[in-house]
């Protein structure tokens, strides 16, 4: 397509300076990059600079910022309180490899804001919480099976890296050994049948997904789904874990959970958690989280619990920016400023594609926002307008044609916007209007191309 390559030369020649460190990347880092969303062409972004909502690559090129630090960084970038707090505990000492005060206040913070937090356990990362908090329940129940939901995506390690790309039912990575398809069931959202039907007849550990829906509400979830999920659970005596690792301290200073009065047992944190540096976060009831204790029983200490290591766990500077954090988050007005900024964006990006036609819808809760462009032509013939456009299914919503995926986001980021995956992003409580009319206006320029370009249709 030659529009498609005339925007890829034009990209690539205002980053010169990116195209000689993707070369000397790709000499030294395997796959070129540290994360596979960050794998673009004609060349990945290198930031050298973030602050407040907006980013600054080595080229020069400034970004509104929608991506956040992968959704950590609620504040925005280098909030001045958060870095001074990072400062003062680094001078002490960036890492002890003892517990320290810091961690025991983190802990009481995440304690005192979410309901189902009785006890705080932490890690590195989504992916670590995730993998122990699965370890907690099957340790709790001593049982194996996971029950898992179509396209939530609960990081990358062998339990939980099958099923959150379509096709769902394909193998998530090589390298993983096939067993593990023997602990996990894997089933569609929304159908409390389905779930009855298999806490029934199979032996399950524990139930995970995320709150909002697949991949940070992409795929929205019905609030009644998981007061269903809830009582069912707690029927067959299952844990309920929720990946909060987006949502939490986002939706309500104590996550969706304490907006929508579902109280799991078990919860995954990171990335709001800890301030946007590394870190995470396992939290339950103390009943599960029990498991943890060591008594002094040599039995017990070394076959009767959870083991766990881990050198970072709460190590100062993340356990500084964590305090600070929710200390703010704790007050609502971070989220509620973040929330207005995403509805005006919502109202305005929806606005573009009703003024030009497009098939397609702007959707999303709280500071969350997604496009979804409908590429299959009967599905826009039998339409009425673009609101029975309306989905919740995953493979429609997760399956948008990976072409125009990618011109779509090499189109924003050439206007100077950049988006946290697919075709949405998140806000901060520092975004402000002015950012968002400079968006609207490059995203409206953005479909304008993507129609030209044949992968964004008009409505019959």
Request: glycine share 10%.
């Amino acid at each position: 397509m030659a529009q498609s390559d005339d925007l890829i030369q034009n990209y690539a020649a205002r980053r010169p300076i990116s195209k000689e460190y993707f070369r000397r990347a790709k000499q030294v880092l395997a796959g070129g990059v540290g994360h596979d969303l960050r794998n673009f062409v004609p060349v990945p972004m290198y930031i050298t600079r973030a602050q407040g909502s907006r980013k600054w690559d080595v080229d020069g090129n400034e970004y509104i910022d929608f991506l956040l630090g992968n959704g950590g960084m609620l504040l925005g970038h280098a909030d001045p309180e958060v870095c001074d707090a990072v400062t003062r505990a680094v001078a002490n000492g960036s890492h002890f490899g003892n517990d320290h005060p810091l961690q025991i206040e983190w802990a009481e913070w995440i304690n005192r804001l979410v309901p189902s937090a009785e006890r705080v356990r932490f890690v590195n990362s989504g992916t670590e919480a995730s993998l122990l908090a699965l370890r907690l329940a099957r340790a709790f129940t001593h049982r194996s099976r996971i029950l898992r939901f179509e396209g939530h995506f609960h990081g990358w390690h062998d339990d939980v890296v099958h099923g959150f790309h379509p096709p769902f039912d394909a193998n998530g990575s090589l390298g993983v050994p096939p067993q593990v398809r023997e602990n996990l069931q894997l089933i569609p959202d929304g159908d409390l049948n389905r779930v009855a039907d298999v806490l029934s007849h199979d032996e399950i550990a524990a139930v995970i997904l995320e709150p909002t829906g697949a991949s940070w509400g992409r795929v929205p979830i019905d609030v009644e789904f998981l007061r269903g999920l809830r009582e069912l659970t707690e029927r067959h005596g299952v844990p309920l874990i929720f990946d909060e690792v987006v949502s939490g301290f986002r939706f309500s200073p104590g996550g969706l959970q304490a907006l929508t009065g579902v109280i799991p047992d078990l919860t995954c944190f990171a990335k709001i958690v800890a301030g946007g540096l590394p870190g995470g976060a396992v939290a339950g009831s103390a009943a599960i989280m029990q498991l943890f204790d060591v008594t002094g029983d040599a039995q017990h200490d070394r076959f009767g619990r959870v083991v766990h290591f881990g050198t970072f766990n709460a190590s100062p500077p993340s356990a500084a920016a964590g305090i600070t954090v929710l200390r703010r988050v704790s007050t609502g007005q971070p989220i509620e400023q973040a929330n207005r900024m995403a509805e005006l964006l919502r109202r305005s990006w929806d606005g573009v594609l009703d003024r030009l036609g497009v098939a397609g819808y702007v959707y999303g809760d709280a500071s969350v926002f997604h496009v979804y462009f409908e590429t299959n032509q009967e599905r826009i013939s039998d339409a009425p307008n673009r609101l029975a456009l309306r989905t919740r299914d995953a493979k429609l919503l997760k399956g948008m044609p990976g072409q125009l995926i990618t011109q779509y986001q090499r189109h924003l980021r050439f206007r100077g916007v950049d988006i946290m995956s697919s075709t949405g992003g998140l806000l901060s409580s520092v975004h402000t209007e002015q950012d968002i009319a400079e968006a609207t206006a490059a995203f409206e320029a953005t479909v304008s191309a993507l129609i030209d370009e044949g992968l964004a249709l008009r409505m019959v």
